[in-house]
């Protein structure tokens, strides 16, 4: 991503119909541009009605006009916000006019994320907050929300600032341990060297499960429904969906392609797809619907194999399928439904159960306890306080620096003749971490993360 120094406008509420609609501008030096829409200059941080006009002197709206100075801005930089009048077309002319007028100091309107990257440029926020940002406005559930806020506050970066400071005292204390050769063993005893080296381990595993955690709740669970034509499927869509998303018939084949529902359980979020019964068929659209099953199977994070008393399934041979198409770390839950033919909710495990998780779609019964064992399949320790959100690019950054701690500590084990080698694995971890704040990004990473905000942020 290009890092432009040029001023920059975007409407920053969504778009469609509004009482109030707002437009931003970031830039280096907006007094210019303010003399321009207004004729006067703007005291900072005051909110005053004003009057702008189009190049005829007509009016186009009454605004409110707050001007931030730089360096105390969201952006670091001049921000001038005007909220108006939220209609789509009237902002578009308040846009226009302010282009007509930004025209010589080069104004342009933002690519998406520009707020927030002039933002982390500017060294108002980490990375991690401003991609919390772009989490916090993207939240699918409430605990969402929450976690989001808390990352924006910067209580992940804490940790992991913390961390990294841990790692670099130890580091620093191999590399001056380096310098006396024959005291170095006692050296490093001395400083606890080995305990201190444990303990990072041990708060990274800590870090490491709150990310595990945070990730779930940011992306929430692609959950998939599988198993033969008529084993109840649909019916527990809509009994976990707690409406009729899915059409339920008594004729083997109704659904026939994907039928995707967010819903959440105890605040995670989690996409059910029901999909089509799989079996040998001759039917095109069925066939085609059946293929998009295998699809969803593959790209699931978690999988309920459903079967029922009475309902013939190839049961083995299917199952071995299924587990050859799910990812290696993908959960397959066996759910016996519609328990309540044979007598509810199974107490001797018959010769129907096989460990599989006796539910009744239709009733209700099980259905609970099912819910539960999702959550637990998934990794969700049912734990939101405290709770952050986080990304796949966070957990990658942990795990590797995870790898490097693991190394560490064979080359601590090895004695004086692995000390440089163990600093050097320090400082990859270090590095690793360093990452997820923003430090030693990569350029091009930089622009993959803030291209993905919208436009406005
Ligand atoms: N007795 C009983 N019938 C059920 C239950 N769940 C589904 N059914 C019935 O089984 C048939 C097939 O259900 P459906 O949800 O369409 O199955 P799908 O083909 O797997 O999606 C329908 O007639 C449902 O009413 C259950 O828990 N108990
Ligand atoms: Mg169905």
Not at 196 to 219: E, H, P, W
Request: proline share 4%; with cysteine; glycine share 10%.
């Amino acid at each position: 991503m290009v890092t432009r120094k040029i001023p920059i406008i975007a409407i920053a509420t969504a778009p469609g119909k509004a009482g109030v609609g707002i437009i931003r501008i970031s830039g280096q030096n907006l007094t210019g541009l303010i003399q321009a829409l207004f004729q006067k200059n703007l005291q900072p941080r005051m909110a005053t009605l004003l009057g702008l006009c189009d190049k005829h002197g007509q009016l186009i709206d009454q605004v409110l006009a707050i001007f931030f100075a730089a360096p105390a801005s969201f952006t670091g930089e001049d921000v001038l916000e005007l909220q108006c009048h939220g209609g789509p077309h009237l902002l578009e002319l308040v846009m226009q006019r302010c282009l007509e007028l930004g025209r010589d100091v080069g104004l342009e309107i933002a690519e998406p994320g520009e707020f927030s990257l002039r933002a982390y440029l500017n060294n108002k926020i980490d990375l991690a907050q401003a991609e919390a940002i772009a989490d916090l406005i993207d939240a699918q559930s409430e605990a969402a929300v929450r976690g989001a806020a808390r990352s924006l506050q910067g209580s992940f970066s804490g940790d992991v600032n913390a961390l990294v400071d841990e790692i670099t005292q130890l580091r620093i204390l191999v590399e001056s341990t380096l310098d006396f050769p024959e005291e170095e063993i006692e050296f490093l005893e001395n400083a606890h060297a080995r305990e201190r080296l444990m303990a990072v381990k041990t708060k990274l595993l800590t870090l490491q499960n709150g990310a595990k955690q945070g990730k779930i709740l940011r992306d929430g669970i692609q959950l998939v429904l599988v198993g033969a034509p008529n084993v109840g499927k649909s019916s527990l869509l809509n009994t976990l969906a707690g409406e009729e998303v899915a059409i339920v018939t008594s004729i083997a084949g109704t659904t026939r392609d994907r039928i995707k529902e967010s819903i959440q359980i105890e605040g995670v979020p989690m996409h059910v797809i029901d999909t089509a019964g799989l079996r040998q068929t001759s039917d095109e659209v069925e066939a085609k619907g059946i293929e998009r099953t295998w699809e969803a199977i593959h790209s699931a994070d978690i999988v309920l194999f459903l079967s029922a008393p009475n309902v013939e399934s190839e049961g083995g041979t299917l199952r071995d399928r299924i587990l050859e198409a799910v990812s290696p770390k993908c959960p397959i839950l066996e759910v016996l439904n519609k328990a309540d033919l044979i007598g509810g909710m199974v107490s001797s495990p018959g010769p129907y159960l096989n460990g599989a998780i006796p539910i009744s779609a239709k009733t209700g019964q099980g259905v609970d306890v099912l819910k539960q064992e999702i959550l637990k399949s998934v990794g969700w320790s049912g734990s939101q306080e405290g709770a952050i959100v986080s990304r796949r690019r966070h957990l990658d950054c942990i795990e590797r620096a995870a790898e490097h701690i693991a190394k560490s500590e064979q080359f601590a084990a090895n004695g004086n003749n692995s000390l440089e080698l163990l600093a050097e694995e320090l400082t990859l971890a270090q590095n690793c971490l360093g990452q997820i704040t923003g430090k030693l990004l990569p350029d091009d990473l930089l622009g993959k993360i803030f291209s993905q905000f919208c436009i406005g942020k």
